[in-house]
């Protein structure tokens, strides 16, 4: 399965439940994963034989309509641009100045389903968002210690009867993420086998009772180079 494949099954957790309807008609998110790569392609400058340098700042430039649609989807859309970019640089052996930094931009001069890609190389600092996806919806790791459970006290609360109150808990220093299991009555799985404390791995996934979460780790901007950006 190619990377664009992944992506769009990607995409398909972000728009289905409550967001299907918005995307009927006009622009298409995949259409815009689809410029995004000409852009990053199209820019690839090769600086040495072990460089090729491409963009690292982006603006979805999009009509009104499109741009009311796909704003509506908040958060979760940007970081499946953001992914998608990431992992396309990586197999194309495509190296950034600096952190991701990707913006849906507001743009009346443009008829609806049309999109415009502006991109340049901005020097700044990487920061590496962790997030975890579950059932669907996404939920970034803002702590240095999140616990994942049945219970109504645990960070990550599950509607499910599989998992204890306090399942597991994942450590998160900035760089590194680890998984520990805290004593649940049913186990705990990574990648498919049996689990009490190991790293995780970028793409991870973790199984609880009948829940699946896949541990990301987004390559993004820090907030400085982001509030710099131009609009």
């Not at 975890?132 to 240095?144: A, E, H, M, N, W």
């Amino acid at each position: 399965m190619g990377i664009l494949d992944n992506f769009e099954k990607g995409l398909e957790r972000v728009v289905n439940g409550a967001f299907a309807k918005a995307f009927k008609s006009g622009l298409q998110p995949l259409e815009v994963t689809a410029a995004l790569r000409r852009e990053l392609d199209t820019k690839a400058a090769v600086v040495s034989r072990e460089r090729i340098l491409v963009p690292n700042r982006f603006r979805v430039r999009l009509s009104a309509s499109d741009y009311q649609r796909m704003s509506s989807l908040g958060p979760a859309l940007i970081d499946e641009f953001t992914q998608l970019v990431q992992q396309h640089a990586t197999a194309q052996h495509y190296a950034f100045a600096g952190g991701i930094d990707i913006s849906l931009v507001e743009d009346a001069s443009l008829s609806q389903g049309v999109v415009r890609i502006e991109s340049e190389n901005v020097k700044g600092e990487v920061t590496w968002a962790p997030v975890l996806d579950i059932g669907g919806k996404r939920y970034p790791i803002t702590r240095s210690r999140t616990v994942i459970g049945r219970g109504s006290d645990a960070d990550i609360t599950l509607d499910d009867t599989g998992t204890s109150r306090a399942h597991i808990e994942i450590l998160w220093d900035g760089k590194r993420a680890q998984l520990t299991d805290l004593g649940s009555t049913n186990g705990s799985k990574l990648n498919g086998q049996p689990v009490k404390k190991a790293l995780l791995q970028p793409d991870s996934v973790i199984e609880i009772g009948r829940t699946r979460i896949v541990f990301r780790v987004l390559a993004q901007a820090a907030a400085e180079q982001r509030r710099e950006s131009p609009r």
